[in-house]
């Protein structure tokens, strides 16, 4: 129904017209929206618990559940890239097959260990 009032000007039914909220959650600098860092972390988390594959969602969301906020800026940036990574390449490395690029070994290899010690999964 709102959809309809703001198409038709906002008077259907003694409507308004909708009003567009601003997005207040990243600070704006000139034209280009810049996320904070608080919102970086959570969208960091909310794509290594939603991953395409279950296996990496239980790999990848309790990992970054535990590490992401002591991460430096650099760390994050490499998880981030590795997070645009398919998730049959990214269990493929993770569980030792060869093929990962050098820049995500050091990456792979602590996420491995994470998940090999057994700490891989919310229950517990």
Known sequence: MELA???SGGH???RRPLAFKQDLRSERIGAVA???DADRLK????RAWRRGMKEMDLILGPFADAR???MSAADLA???ALMGQNDQDLYAWITGQPGA???FAALIAD???FAGAGRGSRAG
């Open 5 to 7: 009032c703001a198409l």
């Open 12 to 14: 259907v039914l003694g």
């Open 34 to 36: 810049v996320e904070t």
């Open 43 to 46: 969208r960091l988390r909310m």
């Open 68 to 70: 992401l906020a002591a």
């Open 78 to 80: 490499n998880i981030d």
């Open 101 to 103: 690029p050098p820049r």
């Open 111 to 113: 996420i491995a260990a």
